[in-house]
Protein backbone atom coordinates (compact mmCIF):
# COMPACT_ATOMS: atom_id res chain seq x y z
CA UNK A 1 0.00 0.00 0.00
CA UNK A 2 0.66 3.66 -0.11
CA UNK A 3 2.07 5.16 3.42
CA UNK A 4 3.28 8.52 4.04
CA UNK A 5 4.37 9.48 7.88
CA UNK A 6 5.14 12.61 9.04
CA UNK A 7 4.70 14.15 12.66
CA UNK A 8 1.61 15.65 13.31
CA UNK A 9 2.72 18.55 15.34
CA UNK A 10 5.67 20.39 16.08
CA UNK A 11 6.81 23.81 18.24
CA UNK A 12 9.42 26.23 17.25
CA UNK A 13 10.92 29.34 18.31
CA UNK A 14 11.32 32.40 16.23
CA UNK A 15 14.74 32.30 14.87
CA UNK A 16 15.74 28.60 15.01
CA UNK A 17 15.93 25.67 13.18
CA UNK A 18 13.43 23.38 12.78
CA UNK A 19 13.57 19.84 11.14
CA UNK A 20 10.51 18.18 10.16
CA UNK A 21 10.93 14.51 9.08
CA UNK A 22 8.84 12.28 6.40
CA UNK A 23 8.81 8.31 5.72
CA UNK A 24 7.41 6.70 3.08
CA UNK A 25 6.24 3.21 1.59
CA UNK A 26 5.10 3.76 -1.78
CA UNK A 27 4.64 1.49 -4.99
CA UNK A 28 7.18 3.42 -6.81
CA UNK A 29 9.09 6.47 -6.84
CA UNK A 30 8.95 9.84 -9.32
CA UNK A 31 9.99 12.45 -6.77
CA UNK A 32 9.03 13.65 -3.45
CA UNK A 33 7.94 17.00 -2.85
CA UNK A 34 7.66 19.81 -0.03
CA UNK A 35 4.32 22.04 -0.11
CA UNK A 36 3.93 24.71 2.79
CA UNK A 37 -0.01 25.21 3.14
CA UNK A 38 -1.52 27.99 5.38
CA UNK A 39 -5.24 27.27 6.85
CA UNK A 40 -7.88 27.51 4.36
CA UNK A 41 -5.65 27.98 1.66
CA UNK A 42 -4.54 25.65 -0.92
CA UNK A 43 -0.47 24.36 -0.56
CA UNK A 44 2.09 25.86 -2.38
CA UNK A 45 5.57 24.52 -3.33
CA UNK A 46 8.58 24.28 -1.69
CA UNK A 47 10.95 21.86 -3.04
CA UNK A 48 11.40 18.81 -5.12
CA UNK A 49 14.03 15.93 -4.93
CA UNK A 50 14.44 13.17 -7.13
CA UNK A 51 18.33 12.04 -5.93
CA UNK A 52 19.33 11.46 -3.14
CA UNK A 53 21.10 14.56 -1.50
CA UNK A 54 20.12 18.03 -0.23
CA UNK A 55 18.37 20.34 -2.12
CA UNK A 56 18.90 24.22 -0.77
CA UNK A 57 16.88 27.40 -1.62
CA UNK A 58 16.92 29.84 0.75
CA UNK A 59 16.48 29.61 4.16
CA UNK A 60 14.60 26.39 3.48
CA UNK A 61 16.54 22.77 2.24
CA UNK A 62 15.22 19.72 1.59
CA UNK A 63 16.59 16.34 1.77
CA UNK A 64 16.22 13.00 0.39
CA UNK A 65 17.25 9.22 1.01
CA UNK A 66 15.41 6.86 -1.14
CA UNK A 67 17.46 3.68 0.31
CA UNK A 68 15.60 4.51 3.28
CA UNK A 69 12.22 5.96 2.28
CA UNK A 70 13.38 9.18 4.21
CA UNK A 71 13.25 12.79 3.24
CA UNK A 72 13.14 16.13 5.83
CA UNK A 73 12.16 19.85 5.13
CA UNK A 74 14.60 21.98 6.85
CA UNK A 75 14.02 25.44 8.12
CA UNK A 76 16.43 27.93 9.16
CA UNK A 77 16.09 31.26 10.84
CA UNK A 78 12.20 30.83 11.87
CA UNK A 79 10.00 33.91 10.88
CA UNK A 80 5.98 33.68 12.35
CA UNK A 81 4.97 33.61 8.89
CA UNK A 82 6.46 29.90 8.90
CA UNK A 83 3.75 29.01 11.18
CA UNK A 84 1.67 26.57 8.69
CA UNK A 85 1.68 22.84 7.69
CA UNK A 86 3.95 21.62 6.01
CA UNK A 87 3.12 18.57 3.71
CA UNK A 88 5.31 15.91 2.27
CA UNK A 89 3.71 14.28 -0.92
CA UNK A 90 5.42 11.28 -3.31
CA UNK A 91 4.70 10.75 -6.85
CA UNK A 92 4.50 7.41 -7.76
CA UNK A 93 4.84 6.32 -11.30
CA UNK A 94 2.04 4.15 -11.27
CA UNK A 95 -1.58 6.00 -12.20
CA UNK A 96 -2.23 9.27 -13.59
CA UNK A 97 -0.45 8.43 -16.71
CA UNK A 98 3.41 7.53 -17.08
CA UNK A 99 4.21 9.82 -14.79
CA UNK A 100 2.33 8.97 -11.92
CA UNK A 101 -0.02 10.83 -9.20
CA UNK A 102 1.09 12.88 -6.40
CA UNK A 103 0.13 10.57 -2.52
CA UNK A 104 0.32 13.42 -0.04
CA UNK A 105 0.81 12.82 3.77
CA UNK A 106 -1.58 14.31 6.90
CA UNK A 107 1.00 17.23 7.08
CA UNK A 108 2.88 18.98 10.22
CA UNK A 109 1.15 21.23 11.72
CA UNK A 110 4.36 24.30 12.57
CA UNK A 111 4.06 26.57 15.04
CA UNK A 112 6.26 29.69 15.78
CA UNK A 113 6.35 30.80 18.68
CA UNK A 114 8.09 34.32 19.79
CA UNK B 1 3.20 32.97 -13.82
CA UNK B 2 1.60 29.55 -12.76
CA UNK B 3 -1.44 30.85 -11.40
CA UNK B 4 -4.69 28.61 -10.45
CA UNK B 5 -8.03 30.53 -9.75
CA UNK B 6 -11.23 28.60 -8.22
CA UNK B 7 -14.60 30.22 -7.80
CA UNK B 8 -16.52 29.91 -5.81
CA UNK B 9 -14.33 30.30 -2.92
CA UNK B 10 -16.67 29.35 -0.42
CA UNK B 11 -20.35 27.77 -1.28
CA UNK B 12 -23.26 26.95 1.55
CA UNK B 13 -25.78 24.41 -0.52
CA UNK B 14 -29.19 22.67 0.61
CA UNK B 15 -28.62 18.94 0.87
CA UNK B 16 -29.75 17.48 -2.62
CA UNK B 17 -28.99 20.52 -4.53
CA UNK B 18 -26.11 20.42 -7.05
CA UNK B 19 -22.82 23.16 -6.73
CA UNK B 20 -20.67 23.58 -9.72
CA UNK B 21 -16.79 24.50 -9.24
CA UNK B 22 -14.60 26.66 -11.44
CA UNK B 23 -10.58 25.91 -11.67
CA UNK B 24 -9.17 28.15 -14.23
CA UNK B 25 -5.55 28.59 -14.96
CA UNK B 26 -4.72 32.36 -15.95
CA UNK B 27 -1.97 32.69 -17.46
CA UNK B 28 -0.85 29.36 -18.82
CA UNK B 29 -2.44 26.52 -21.04
CA UNK B 30 -3.08 23.25 -18.90
CA UNK B 31 -4.06 19.73 -20.75
CA UNK B 32 -4.21 18.24 -17.03
CA UNK B 33 -5.86 19.29 -14.27
CA UNK B 34 -5.86 17.66 -10.94
CA UNK B 35 -9.03 17.63 -8.26
CA UNK B 36 -8.51 17.10 -4.73
CA UNK B 37 -10.78 16.97 -1.47
CA UNK B 38 -9.02 17.33 1.94
CA UNK B 39 -11.27 17.14 5.08
CA UNK B 40 -10.03 18.40 8.21
CA UNK B 41 -6.67 17.81 9.67
CA UNK B 42 -6.90 15.03 6.93
CA UNK B 43 -4.43 14.77 4.15
CA UNK B 44 -4.95 16.03 0.51
CA UNK B 45 -6.95 13.04 -1.66
CA UNK B 46 -6.54 12.57 -5.39
CA UNK B 47 -10.13 12.43 -6.72
CA UNK B 48 -9.37 12.84 -10.19
CA UNK B 49 -7.48 13.83 -13.35
CA UNK B 50 -8.93 16.19 -16.19
CA UNK B 51 -7.33 15.90 -19.46
CA UNK B 52 -8.76 18.36 -21.60
CA UNK B 53 -10.97 17.18 -24.28
CA UNK B 54 -11.09 13.66 -23.08
CA UNK B 55 -12.95 11.88 -20.22
CA UNK B 56 -11.53 12.03 -16.66
CA UNK B 57 -9.61 9.71 -14.66
CA UNK B 58 -11.12 8.78 -11.68
CA UNK B 59 -9.64 7.45 -8.72
CA UNK B 60 -10.76 4.56 -6.69
CA UNK B 61 -13.78 4.71 -4.81
CA UNK B 62 -14.83 8.14 -6.25
CA UNK B 63 -18.15 8.35 -7.89
CA UNK B 64 -17.93 9.57 -11.47
CA UNK B 65 -21.57 9.97 -11.86
CA UNK B 66 -21.99 12.29 -8.29
CA UNK B 67 -18.79 14.17 -9.65
CA UNK B 68 -18.77 15.49 -12.82
CA UNK B 69 -15.72 16.51 -14.25
CA UNK B 70 -15.24 19.10 -17.56
CA UNK B 71 -12.20 20.17 -19.02
CA UNK B 72 -13.46 21.65 -22.34
CA UNK B 73 -10.81 24.14 -22.37
CA UNK B 74 -6.89 24.45 -22.02
CA UNK B 75 -8.19 26.75 -19.50
CA UNK B 76 -11.04 25.52 -17.67
CA UNK B 77 -12.07 22.81 -15.68
CA UNK B 78 -15.23 22.24 -13.99
CA UNK B 79 -16.22 19.68 -10.57
CA UNK B 80 -19.89 19.42 -10.37
CA UNK B 81 -21.19 17.51 -7.19
CA UNK B 82 -24.42 16.68 -7.88
CA UNK B 83 -27.09 15.81 -5.07
CA UNK B 84 -24.79 17.44 -2.20
CA UNK B 85 -25.18 15.27 1.33
CA UNK B 86 -23.81 16.73 3.99
CA UNK B 87 -20.73 14.15 3.80
CA UNK B 88 -19.62 15.84 1.00
CA UNK B 89 -18.72 19.03 2.88
CA UNK B 90 -15.15 19.85 2.48
CA UNK B 91 -12.00 21.59 0.98
CA UNK B 92 -11.92 20.99 -2.82
CA UNK B 93 -9.09 22.09 -4.46
CA UNK B 94 -8.11 22.28 -8.20
CA UNK B 95 -4.04 21.88 -9.78
CA UNK B 96 -3.27 22.07 -12.74
CA UNK B 97 0.33 20.55 -14.16
CA UNK B 98 2.86 22.70 -16.13
CA UNK B 99 5.72 21.15 -17.49
CA UNK B 100 6.12 18.12 -18.86
CA UNK B 101 8.63 14.96 -18.98
CA UNK B 102 10.14 13.82 -15.91
CA UNK B 103 9.59 16.65 -14.18
CA UNK B 104 7.06 18.76 -14.13
CA UNK B 105 5.19 21.03 -11.04
CA UNK B 106 1.36 21.39 -9.93
CA UNK B 107 -0.26 24.58 -9.29
CA UNK B 108 -2.72 24.72 -6.81
CA UNK B 109 -5.74 27.10 -6.99
CA UNK B 110 -6.80 28.71 -3.82
CA UNK B 111 -9.56 25.64 -3.06
CA UNK B 112 -13.36 26.09 -2.65
CA UNK B 113 -15.19 25.24 1.35
CA UNK B 114 -17.97 23.50 0.45
CA UNK B 115 -20.74 23.13 3.04
CA UNK B 116 -24.07 21.11 2.66
CA UNK B 117 -26.25 22.29 5.17
Known amino acids: GQNIDQPTEMTATEGAIVQINCTYQ??????LFWYQQHAGEAPTFLSYNVLDGLEEKGRFSSFLSRSKGYSYLLLKELQMKDSASYLC???????????????FGKGTKLSVKP | GAVVSQHPSRVICKSGTSVKIECRSLDFQATTMFWYRQFPKQSLMLMATSNEGSKATYEQGVEKDKFLINHASLTLSTLTVTSAHPEDSSFYIC?????????????FGPGTRLTVT
Open chain 1, 89 to 103: AVRDRLGGGSQGNLI
Open chain 2, 95 to 107: SARVGGGDFYEQY
Open chain 1, 26 to 31: TSGFNG
